[in-house]
């Protein structure tokens, strides 16, 4: 098959979650067979050079918008005709059979309606709460989880702010109310283009269909993959506690609930405590303050991008994902258990049932939860034990890429069959 992949970044512009999971399937796909492509937003003006010789040596094939937008696009920018004429370029000149849509962010909302998808099999995956937000995650101005209808009288205090910028164009309601009515119907038009709608788990499908109407035939379940990484080695010093934290680093993935949490512990406890925390932070005043809320602790942080295969080699006690988001489905969990290693992670989103005995939930940003539940596995290695034999026993149900990647050509042959079964009655009609 000849397969269009969209998303908003990849590598090696950007390695988080969603995009190294596209590169991965990407690869995969083309291993098996598959002639695959890739249209995303060029962010960081790399030589392009530079950008060939790194699509070479990792078999991909990619074309990247480039424009002068920020990193992140403003929510009333929804409509981005450089990224569309790429777009339809490449339906035109690629002819994919396939085109997989991960996200509209830094492209545009309006890509799926502007060629004629009608022969093609068009498949959206649902990587985060983007379609039912405008500021993208469902994130109330106090940091709880907004569970409001999308309107001007619920959205009007996020709409006035643009990432970390005043909205520039207007303050007036009725001009908000008009531009977000305007990125519903687009948004509503896209959806209404796919033939299926994926989503990684279950439990984030039914929260995602409360602001969203999505014909339930259309979607379907598809577990993500995990790496494969080996179980790491025991702890080696028993007298020591070591707490890991890897991924993305921003105030959402909240890191800084971890060194909230190990504050609060008495002083005998945290001298029996290290931290490590991989992954690169972006933001200067984020990192300022990880900073300064790791003074007196032992804390070390690798800045940066970091090899995922080697996580064994640091031998964690257990990790703290203490997410803010309404995650998804969290590759850092899965990667974990792969692992062997128990979870603190936040009551809200995929991460909290997915976890089931590998271990234990905290209140959503309450850094005194969190305290008492790293207290908890401190005080007990008979539940850490317990946390890593349940580990051991639910890893084996994680799909690997290619085993994902073969579900994902299944699901879109069936359509492409159904489509050409359906174009055959019309011509004999």
Known sequence: MRILHVVHHFP???IAGCERYVLELVQAQATAGHHVHVLTRSIMSIDDGVLDDWDARNRVSVSRVWDERPYMDDWYQFHVEAAENDFATLVREFKPEVVHLHHWLSLSLTLLGRVDLSTRCVVITIHDLFGTCPTGHRILPDGGLCERDVNIDNCYPCLLISGDRPTPFSTDPEELSTMLAQRTRALDRE???ADRIVFADDGFRRFYRRFRHIDDDRTRVVPLPVADLPAQSPPANPERIHIGYFGSINKWKAPHLLLEAIRLLPEWSKTRISVTILGMILHTDYREKLFDLATGLDVVFHDGFYDLHRLPEFAFDFCVFPSTHFESYSFVVSEAIKMEVPLVVSDTGAPAHRIGDCGLTFRQGDARDLSEKIAQLIASPSLRTRCRDACRTHKARLPDMPEHAARLA??????????????VDRKTS
């Open 191 to 193: 959806f209404l283009s």
């Open 12 to 14: 090696p512009e950007s």
């Open 410 to 423: 299944s699901l879109y042959e069936d359509v492409l069959r159904a489509k050409s079964a359906v174009h």
